[in-house]
């Protein structure tokens, strides 16, 4: 018994073998991550919830205040426990001392014990008093239990009539004393 396929049937099979065979190879080799289009969420990028135009009121042990927060969008991250604020002014406290400090930036982060508070992207930081000091840099750190804030960044510090810059500063809120680290230099108008 002769068994003859017609050609037609051989080249057809032949051709459905070829092409699972192209399948079975291409199946393989696909990159599952490949089909994930958007970013990889991180730890860093897992908030759990979020508060538009928030303002935040911290009460002292003493039930004064110690500062007010306000912040166009807050969000806060499951993982560090930190906040994440958009355009956060804060009015900051101290002792006493009716007039508070006021510090603004475009960017910050509390963390979450509220020990640390980093301000980043046109950072102002004036106290409200009549003689209209205020010092800009573009990262300020600032540590309100310790009445304390610093950075290593340019600073330039405005007056009425003089202009200070400086790289990096310590400045100490209770007393308002203010040290500034290295290659200061001022310039005084005189009338």
Do not use: C
């Not at 400090?101 to 963390?111: A, H």
């Not at 840099?137 to 610093?150: Q, V």
């Amino acid at each position: 018994m002769n068994l003859t396929l017609p050609r037609y049937l051989v080249v057809g099979l032949l051709i459905i073998a070829g092409a699972a065979l192209a399948m079975a190879v291409g199946y393989w080799n696909i990159n599952p991550s490949s089909f994930n289009t958007g970013k990889p969420q991180t730890q860093t990028d897992r908030p759990d919830f979020y508060i538009d135009n928030a303002r935040i009121l911290m009460l002292n042990e003493q039930g004064k205040v110690a500062y007010r927060l306000t912040t166009s969008h807050a969000v806060h991250q499951v993982d560090d426990g930190s906040t994440h604020l958009e355009d956060p002014e804060l009015l900051f406290y101290r002792g006493e001392d009716p007039t508070p400090w006021l510090l603004k930036s475009r960017q910050g982060v509390v963390t979450q014990r509220g020990d640390r508070v980093d301000l980043t992207t046109d950072v102002l930081l004036k106290q409200n008093t009549d003689d209209a000091r205020q010092l800009t840099t573009s990262a300020l750190t600032l540590f309100p239990a310790r009445d304390y804030a610093e950075t290593d960044q340019p600073v330039r510090i405005e007056a009425a009539r003089s202009v200070t810059t400086a790289e990096g500063m310590q400045l100490f809120l209770n007393d308002g004393s203010l040290k500034l680290l290295s290659t200061v230099r001022g310039q005084y108008e005189v009338r």
